[in-house]
């Protein structure tokens, strides 16, 4: 493989990983600092992704669209919160599991019932159409760059939140002791509804975001979810920090495995094996990764919680 | 409640589980067909094609077929096997189903061959057509409208060929129908295939791959991706700049997924057995009405479903409305009286159709909606490469 392919997958790889982290930033949140296990994290994702494609159909414009899905996506999100999430938070995990898997049977179908099974169409925004040359007959799609620098953006603005401001501070220290928090007079349950409603809204933005690039359908959010746990786990449940980077360690695996492990195989395997072999362990490898720091960080890799 | 109360009433209640039975035992001049399709899901698109086509086709035929009134009981396999062999038992044994009609795709099929064809109905599948059904697995209760898997993905091997491509991509999901694609496709395909990629089921991003294929400059890339895979990789495909590189595929861009795939899917290629614009009497008044009803382009799913529809009240008439008579009625669906919306058209020696294969484009009409138009014919009076495996007992 050229160094040029090398550097193109890396890209790819980054990009893969931004745009999971978007996702996996709302679930370590909720996760961290409310103890509580959301799968319906999922379907947020595939509802902003909805929301976004509806609002920008109806008002015939992508920005304006993404703009309207944030806050659709955060009332969504208080919503659900008010109606069913803070009746679980003193439950243990499977009734919490039980009950957020209940939401997104509900919520894909929902989504079928108003929009359709077959998957919508994002057109592309018009100012950031074509793309730039990286190498001889490969575009890199301008919005894949936007997509990538939003996501930059969010991650900073997510650190300065958590790390630098009176909100942040609260936040990380429900994380590590909530009950203490709340003896020193910092009305918890509030928090936590900010924080779930804040989450949701990350969820949606990556979900609008996507829309132009993947295919908005019922259950897209599906997928999304089990490799955002794989982020939040490694990365240490509760930590912006540790997401970011484990977001980007799971793209590249994902993305360089992909392009590597093939022709990896085919130094012990004839060709047509070595494609099956290396394709197989390439959709694996994202999970070796995970049990091999895990098997060393247990907690993940910045770890929230320290008791 | 007394040992003599407890009987009485258990006696009621056997009586009231009866009575339906016996109502049921004597369809009075009707015929039951349990329509098997993917309703839920992210594959509820296609499911949703192929009902609608065959309800066209009981719409054209006012409501009966071969002169009974036709009765439609709808089963959502829900893609899952163990579920749709629960289902189809059920619509066997309670329902006296008298046919089993659809099925999107083969894994579902083949779970159900057996339950359906041990009770002596008969399955007529307007889709799935998986290649063991076509071999040494065919049975005399079990006809295809649609075609075996192989041939749509030989045809695209064929177009290479005539088009004198000497290098091409491969690029298909990691499960069994992928490995089928390639080798279909490599049955008539004799030049070099620079690459074989293969990809998970829940691919999200083809980023990876569509670099691979901008590095090995490709004289065109085969890809078999159903569904929502189809849509991410077609957008990004266009998105990438890739375009020029032709892009030939099967079951990747037809009008199922098309609505999401929009302009980005324009002038790509795909192996078909029908389009919507194939010009015969038959199929212009299908389009048309079926656009009518139902407001969107029907696919092969639908044109499938529907001659599954004129296939079966064909054979009913032939048979005389005797549907105890499996004999007429297997006779009936053999002599496949009727006209296809694809023209020429036969059921070969195992039960599968013999009918021509196409190259297809995209494009867009008039109207701002989107179809796949016939480029020219590929494949004429095509037979699958099974049949001679075939022993009919």
Known sequence: MSTGLFLVQALNGLQLGILLFLVAAGLTLVFGVMDFINLAHGVQYMLGAYLGAALAAATGSFWLGLLLALPAALIFGLLLEVLIFRHLYDRDHLSQVLATFGVILFLNEAVKAIWGAAPLQVPVPALLEGGVVLMPGLQYPLYRIAVLCAGIATALGLWFLVECTRLGMLVRAGATNAPMVSALGVDIRRLFMLVFAFGAMLAGFAGALAGPIFSVEPGMGDHVLILAFVVIVVGGIGSIRGAFIAAVIVGLTDTLGKSLMPDLMRLFLDPSAARQTGAALASMLVYIAMAAILAFRPRGLFPARSG | MSSLSRRAAMGGALGLLAAPAILHAQPAGGVKIGLIAVQTGPQAALGTQLRDGFLMGLRHLNGRLGGLTAETVMIDDELKPDVAVTKVRTALERDRCDFIVGVVFSNILQAIVRPVTEANTFLISTNAGP??????????????????????????????????????????????????????????????????????????????????????????????????????????????????????????????????????????????????????????????????????????????????????????????????????????????????VRGNFKIGANHFPVQDFWLTRVAKRADGKFQTEIVRKVLENNVDPWVAECRMR
């Open chain 2, 131 to 340: 290649s063991p059904l076509a071999g040494r697995g065919c049975n005399p209760f079990f006809f295809a409208t649609s075609y075996n898997n192989d041939q749509v993905h030989a045809v695209i091997g064929q177009v290479c060929e005539d088009q004198g491509y000497r290098r091409v991509f491969v690029l298909v999901p990691n499960y069994q129908a992928g490995r089928d694609a390639v080798a279909g496709f490599k049955s008539r395909f004799k030049g070099e295939v620079v690459d074989e990629v293969y990809v998970p089921l829940t691919q999200l991003d083809f980023a990876a791959e569509l670099s691979k294929i901008a590095a090995a400059r490709p004289d065109a890339i085969f890809t078999f991706m159903p569904g929502g895979l189809g849509v991410n990789l077609v957008r990004q495909y266009r998105q990438a700049g890739l375009a020029n590189i032709p892009f030939l595929s099967t079951f990747t861009v037809d009008e199922a997924v098309l609505p999401a795939q929009q302009d980005a899917a324009v002038g790509f290629f795909s192996g078909s057995n029908w389009a919507p614009n194939m010009d015969n009497a038959a199929n212009r008044r299908f389009v048309a009405d079926f656009e009518a009803a139902f407001n969107y382009v029907p696919a092969s799913y639908a044109a499938q479903a529907y001659d599954g529809a004129m296939m079966l009240n064909s054979a009913i008439r032939r048979a005389g409305g005797r549907l105890a008579d499996k004999d007429a009625l297997r006779a009936g669906l053999r002599a496949a009286d009727f006209t296809s």
